[in-house]
């Protein structure tokens, strides 16, 4: 049986003011569900088969719902990070627990150093420390802010100048301390530092130029550009330590008193905040990249799910450009 002959017949109100197809005969396995409504024609035993269908169906929603433990009806409420709907597991907490209220982290990448300027790799700590002792986070002032890189930080400040923030962190290595503190300069409370913020670091790649590098030990240097995840020194991947460094700094911003803060620091720790706020694994590490001076901004829900709103915002280095945000 076809649809055209079904709905051949004309329709008739319902007592619901519906209008409801007349009932037709059908053969074989295949019959049109019947629903019909009191003062029709067709008696009160098709009223109390669709009544009766009804009444389970909907039992059967209530049990279902009634089922889901409070904890997961909560999920189901709209968060700022899940668009119309926040479902578990779509974000990722950075805290594993509520925060007493949402928060917005502005991200910052030192200005230029003369390291950027002459194409070295970038370091972390004293060349003198040997590869088997990795671990000790010694800073360095050989890779300093140039002029170039001063002046950047003052078009930060100038872009910056109309926001009001809470606290400001910086790696307390040099390039980025002293860029802080252009930064910063005129803000009433202290600057705060976290080793947790410092650059990663590349055992004896560190200090050489990129040629040098690349000539002297073109495998390892190879595995760095190319393959940085897996990149490793005796065993020791930094790549894949700096996102543990990483969602340490995280837990240490969002835990402190405020709401607004400003984060200064390294590209390749920079690289790791953004990706361990977003999900993503050290495989995606050059998948982000951030101009020195370039602006990121998160905010940040009670449960402390990120959500990016603005990437590597550059603007203010070609123009007096100032954000409001």
């Known amino acids: 049986m076809d649809y055209a002959t079904l709905f051949a017949s004309p329709p008739r109100a319902g007592s619901f003011g519906l209008l409801v197809p007349r009932r037709r005969r059908t053969s074989g396995l295949l019959r049109p569900f019947r629903c019909s409504y009191p003062n029709s024609d067709d008696g009160d035993a098709d009223v109390s088969l669709a009544t009766g269908k009804l009444n389970v169906l909907v039992a059967q929603v209530q049990n279902g719902f009634n089922s889901i433990s409070t904890a997961d009806q909560l999920e189901t409420i709209p968060s700022m990070t899940g668009g119309a709907f926040d479902f ?62 001063a002046k950047q930080a003052e078009k930060c400040r100038n872009a910056l100048s109309n926001l009001s923030f809470d606290q400001c962190f910086s790696s307390p290595i040099s390039r980025a301390k002293s860029t802080a503190e252009l930064i910063w300069q005129g803000r009433e409370q202290p600057l705060v530092f976290l080793d947790s913020l410092k650059e990663a670091h590349l055992f004896f790649l560190e200090g050489m130029t990129n040629a040098d590098a690349k000539r002297k030990y073109p495998e390892l240097y190879n595995k760095w550009r190319e393959d940085p995840s897996n990149f490793h020194v005796d065993g020791v991947y930094p790549i894949r330590r700096l996102w543990g460094t990483a969602r340490l700094a995280w837990k240490e911003i969002l835990s402190a008193q405020g709401e607004n803060f400003l984060v200064i620091t390294h590209k390749s720790i920079l690289r790791a905040l953004i ?51």
Not at 104 to 129: A, D, F, P
Not at 300 to 315: D, I, V
């Open 88 to 149: 578990k597991g779509a974000t990722i907490s950075l805290t594993n627990e509520l925060m007493t209220s949402p928060k917005k982290v502005t991200l910052v990448r030192h200005g230029l150093s003369s390291w950027n300027e002459e194409s070295r790799v970038q370091r972390s700590s004293n060349l003198s420390i040997l590869t088997k002792h990795f671990h000790v986070q010694g800073s360095s002032n050989l890779s300093i802010l140039t002029e170039t890189g």
């Open 275 to 325: 990706c361990t706020a977003l999900g993503l694994s050290p495989e995606r590490f050059r998948a982000i990249d951030v101009n020195n001076g370039g602006i990121c901004v998160f905010t940040f829900n009670k449960r402390g799910e990120a959500m990016l709103q603005s990437m590597n915002m550059t603007a203010h280095m070609s123009s007096g450009h100032m954000y409001q945000y």
